[in-house]
């Protein structure tokens, strides 16, 4: 099985999202993985930076990980969505 090594293809900013870091592992994909954890960090410019905290298994290269507004502080923004890059 596949564990996500790196992401890529972030969404867009949205100025709903609070600033903030959120640890979540409530999510949904396009591919079969499951397990993994991500800290999501929301800047004062409503800039968005993905890491994987732990990896999961299950992935594929190019699955789409989506995160709803309610992991996210909740402030009104659009879902987030990432691609996993690099799986080992």
Known sequence: ???I???????SAD?????????????????SGTGATFEVIIGGDSAV??????????YATNDTITITDAYLGNGGGASLTF??????
């Open 49 to 58: 930076n993905v890491s994987v905290i732990s990896k999961g298994s299950g």
């Open 5 to 11: 090594e790196t992401v890529d293809n972030i969404s």
């Open 15 to 31: 100025i709903l999202r609070p600033v903030g870091t959120h640890i979540v592992s409530s999510f949904t994909t396009n591919g």
């Open 1 to 3: 099985m596949s564990s």
């Open 83 to 88: 691609d996993v890059n690099e799986v080992s």
